[in-house]
């Protein structure tokens, strides 16, 4: 059974992040469209929350549901990985991936509302937070190394850096454009 329970884990996975990459990029769309004239600015807005509804209720949460069951019986049925220091981090990522997931929802709840506490640059760049955690969790799940975890976190700050840079960029060209 173990095998088809990492199957649906993984295939899961990439349903949830699909749902929070694309949950980010609605919202920088919808805070952008509150730039835009009258009616537009509200034909958008509406369009915007009922996007961002469907595809939190239907797709993201079922999936991150989904992924904490899967990933829940994996560990029932191995509990052997609950010694390992790896799977400690995996753990810890996680963690620090569910508290972005509700987050996210509190934003989208809030842009529901008419709140936009956020720019699309700061939005870019919270975009790329889960980009970061998917890097950690999947090298910590494939190589089940913590040993060597100062090179990890070498890498994730330079991927992180990386990202920053590009956006900066991508911003600077925008509004030269712009």
């Given amino acids: 059974m173990y095998p088809y329970i990492l199957s649906i ?27 835009k004239p009258e009616p537009d600015r ?22 991150m549901v989904l992924v904490l069951a899967a990933g829940i019986t994996m560990l029932y049925m191995l509990p052997v990985w609950l010694q390992q220091p790896w799977m400690h981090l995996k753990l810890m990522f996680v963690v620090l991936l ?12 809030q ?31 494939v190589l089940k190394d913590a040993a060597n975890w100062i090179y990890g976190l070498v890498g994730l700050v330079l991927l992180s850096v990386l990202l920053m840079i590009g956006i900066k960029i991508y911003k600077y060209y925008r509004t030269k454009k712009g």
């Fill in 111 to 141: 842009m529901a509302k008419g709140i936009f506490k956020r720019t699309s640059t700061q939005l870019r760049l919270w975009n790329e937070v889960s980009t970061i955690l998917l890097f950690a969790i999947v090298f910590l799940a």
């Fill in 98 to 109: 569910l508290v972005y997931h509700f987050v996210c929802q509190n934003i989208m709840k």
């Fill in 42 to 63: 509200r034909i958008l807005s509406e369009q915007f929350v009922i996007m961002e509804h469907k595809l939190w209720y239907i797709i993201t949460v079922p999936s």
């Fill in 9 to 35: 884990h993984i295939i899961f996975v990439v349903c949830w992040f699909a749902g929070l990459f694309y949950m980010v990029r609605l919202f920088i769309y919808h805070t952008e469209a509150q730039e």
